[in-house]
Every structure is written in C-alpha cells, then in structure tokens.
C-alpha cells in the first residue's frame, strides 16, 4: 500500500521535530487519508440483543475499522445489510419461525460470524402443580427464577385467576422483574385470594405460563 506523499513528508518532519507530538500527526493525517487502513476495533462481530418495551433489538456490529466492515445480519428468515452497525427492532407480535441471530462480518481479506438462538422464557425448577399455604394477614411472595439462556428480557404480566385479574403494582400488590425472573409480593393476604396465580412471561419467541396454587388459611388454622 502506497502512502500519500503529504503523510509521508508529515511523517518524517513529525519524527525529526517533535517526536512527542507524531501520534497526534498521524490521527489527524489517517482521517484526512482515507486510503490509510485501520482495523476495527474488536476482533470479530458481535451477536448483540436488547430487550425494550414491546420486542427486542436485534445488531450486529463489527465497528472502527477503515475502510468500514461490511455486516449482514440474518433472523427468521431475512437479511438486513450495512456497513459497521446494523440493527433491527422485532415485535412481540412478530411471528418468529427461525430463532436464530446470525451476524456476519467482512473487513479486507478477513470474516467473521457468530450466532445466537433465542428461547422463549423457561424454568426448570418451577413446578405449576405445587400449592403454596399462606395464613389470612401474612404477607407471602411468589417467585419464578428463569433458566434459560438466551430469552432476554421477558415482558411479564401476573394474573389471579378468581376471575382473570391483571395484577398492578400499589400498596396492596408488588411486581418486580428482571432477566432473570419475576417476583408477586401479597400483602397482608385474605381469604378471597386464594386460588390460582399465573405469571406469563413473554418475548419474541413466545410465552410460558407459570402457575401458582394459593391456599389461605384462616388465622386460627393450625395446619
């Protein structure tokens, strides 16, 4: 690769004059010389996926690279390509055929790939057949711990089945979710709570419903 003549004489006069200043020459000659190459800044691609209100963020991204990466990036079935960055948002009420994220990279002479295959929200350690006894005024919290991997971040909706309530966080009810799984604080509870409690966790794969069987006891109760 030949230099332009202007980099090189900077170059030289750069190193004889004020060595301590040649690094800040350089940037500014390399952005001013775009036939100058630099590689991007990690090694290979990134598989990148973000969680939002309503879907999720699907990117690859390979970037700092001079001339820029070329990015391709594959999910159920289609392909979005750019340069650097490319990113594509998918709807929870996107019908997913192919739960795979596959990004690949091409700088120069060198590619890159890698992938990722989502799940829908799974716990192997919650069992919907277990019934959880609470006395009438104790508090009690119903948690559910996911397992998989790769769901993100699910949107979480709770439910009393007595009838189908949509449960909302206030002093009564606290909801509090992450990741990682989703926790129903009952406050003080009484008798008409009891029943049947289902958590529905969703993304972009699909939905899993975990349940929780409720039994109040009166205060007296001793069993």
């Known amino acids: 690769m030949e ?14 004059l004020a060595p301590a200043s040649c690094e800040v020459e350089k940037e500014i000659n390399d952005a001013l010389n775009p036939s100058v190459a630099k590689p991007p800044e990690s090694l290979a691609v990134s598989c990148i996926a973000k969680a939002g209100t309503g879907g999720a963020l699907l990117i690859c991204s390979w970037t700092g690279g001079q001339p820029a990466a070329d990015i391709e ?17 998918v709807n929870l009420d996107y019908e997913v055929q192919q739960p795979e994220l596959v990004c690949q990279g091409k700088y120069g002479e060198k590619t890159s790939k890698c992938q990722t295959i989502f799940e829908r929200p799974l716990s192997m350690t ?4 277990t019934i ?4 009438e005024g104790e508090n009690i919290k119903l948690t559910v711990s996911l ?6 971040i699910p949107e979480y909706t709770w439910v009393h089945l007595n009838p189908d309530t949509v449960i909302k966080s206030n002093w009564k009810y606290q909801v509090k979710s992450s990741s990682s799984g989703s926790t129903l604080l009952i406050s003080s509870v009484k008798r008409n ?13 699909g ?9 109040v006891k009166s205060k007296g109760s001793r069993s």
């Not at 289609?78 to 990113?87: F, M, W």
């Not at 959880?132 to 006395?135: D, E, I, L, P």
């Not at 939905?207 to 039994?215: A, M, R, Y």
């Open 3 to 16: 230099l332009n003549p202007v980099v090189s004489i900077s170059i030289v006069l750069c190193a004889a």
């Open 126 to 129: 919650h069992d919907n057949n």
């Open 132 to 135: 959880t006894s609470v006395k």
């Open 73 to 89: 990036l594959s999910f159920n079935g289609t392909v979005d390509r750019g340069q650097n960055y490319v990113e594509r948002g």
């Open 147 to 152: 397992t998989s991997k790769n769901s993100l």
């Open 207 to 215: 939905t899993t419903i975990f349940k929780f069987n409720l039994k």
């Open 193 to 205: 709570e009891n029943g049947v409690y289902e958590c529905r966790a969703r993304n972009i794969i």
